[in-house]
T-cell receptor
Framework: DTGVSQDPRHKITKRGQNVTFRCDPI?????LYWYRQTLGQGPEFLTY????????KSRLLSDRFSAERPKGSFSTLEIQRTEQGDSAMYLC??????????????FGPGTRLTVL | DQQVKQNSPSLSVQEGRISILNCDYT??????FLWYKKYPAEGPTFLIS?????DKNEDGRFTVFLNKSAKHLSLHIVPSQPGDSAVYFC???????????FGSGTRLLVRP
């Protein structure tokens, strides 16, 4: 399977704990995106990387959230001091970055976070 | 302020008939539109897209229509199959950003 992969698929944590998610994009995709989806809503953009550079961050990405893509391949999203409002599906997507206007994002299966 | 709206939360159609899913947007700077399908506990799967320079794009049973003057797009599925039952999201991207802005989704049920 050469699609986007995410790990773990499910995470249950207690309020106040830190969690880290990993995303492996499609091989040779230059752009990597993080989104968050809550029940009944569409995905909401969090941040994106062009290779290792983080080029855009949403105001949804509070100081407790940090994302990295150190070598321009996989990415991690860390949430510090989790709150119950952080419970959501965290989705990762990647794109080639070479198709100009028609650059299409392909999504992974997501990590479902539950904060107790 | 929702820039992309899917006003029908659900749609039910008979197998073999046409499914029409609608999406409205407010930002005239959007230049690329996509439809994704999502099954429970899975990530969104890309279906079909259209750039703002076109008004129609077709791929097999799926056709997307774009009406820029009305800021409206629609996805037609013909013929509908039970396996098409899922939540469908439309998404739009602005010319100055690579982020996608999604609607809230329409749940399609295709009855056998």
């Amino acid at each position: 399977d050469t699609g986007v992969s995410q790990d773990p698929r499910h995470k249950i944590t207690k309020r106040g704990q830190n969690v880290t998610f990993r995303c492996d994009p499609i091989s040779e995709h230059n752009r990597l995106y993080w989104y968050r989806q809550t029940l009944g809503q569409g995905p909401e953009f969090l941040t994106y990387f062009q290779n290792e550079a983080q080029l855009e961050k949403s105001r949804l990405l509070s100081d407790r959230f940090s994302a990295e893509r150190p070598k321009g391949s996989f990415s991690t999203l860390e949430i510090q001091r989790t709150e119950q409002g952080d419970s959501a599906m965290y989705l990762c997507a990647s794109s080639t970055g070479l198709a100009g206007v028609t650059d299409t994002q392909y999504f992974g299966p997501g990590t479902r976070l539950t904060v107790l | 302020d929702q820039q992309v709206k899917q006003n029908s939360p659900s749609l039910s159609v008979q197998e073999g008939r046409i499914s029409i899913l609608n999406c409205d947007y407010t930002n005239s700077m959007f230049d690329y539109f996509l439809w994704y399908k999502k099954y429970p506990a899975e990530g969104p799967t890309f279906l079909i897209s259209i750039s703002s320079i076109k008004d129609k794009n077709e791929d097999g049973r799926f056709t997307v229509f774009l009406n820029k003057s009305a800021k409206h797009l629609s996805l037609h599925i013909v013929p509908s199959q039970p396996g098409d039952s899922a939540v469908y999201f439309c998404a739009a991207r602005g010319a100055s950003s690579y982020k996608l802005i999604f609607g809230s989704g329409t749940r399609l049920l295709v009855r056998p």
